[in-house]
C-alpha cells in the first residue's frame, strides 16, 4: 500500500476549501482516507491570504516512513518550510527546448547571474 498525502476537497461550487490527508494512493480523491493532517483555504481572507493549517509532527511522521506528496501538496509544505523547494524549470513554449536557466521557486522568475564588466583596452588604441 503506497501512502499519497493529498488534497480532499469540500466547500460548494466556486468555494473550494481542501483537507491535507493521508490516504491509500487507490482510493478516490474524496474517499477513504487515514488521517486529517491539515486544512488548506486557497480564498483570500479578511487580511486578503490565503490560509492553511498543519499538523508538523504528523506530517514529518507520514514523511518519515515514506508516504509521498502530491505536486499541489509538495507545495504547501515547501510554503510552510517543511520541504526544499520542487524542481521548476522553465519552459519556452510547448515542446519546445527546455531552458536550464536557474529559477527562483518563491517568484517562479529566472534568476539572471550578473555578469562581470569586462575592462576596456583604452592603452591599445593609443
Known sequence: MV???RLARLGCRNRPFY???AADSRSPRDGKHIEVLGYYNP???QDG???MGLN???VKYWLSVGA???DPVQRLLFRAGLLPPPPMVAMGRKGGPRDTRPVDPLTGRVLIPEQPTKPSNESADA
Open 56 to 58: 508538523f509532527e504528523r
Open 49 to 51: 491570504g490565503k490560509r
Open 68 to 70: 509521498q506528496p502530491s
Open 19 to 21: 483537507r491535507v490527508m
Open 3 to 5: 501512502v499519497r498525502l
Open 43 to 45: 480564498l483570500p481572507g
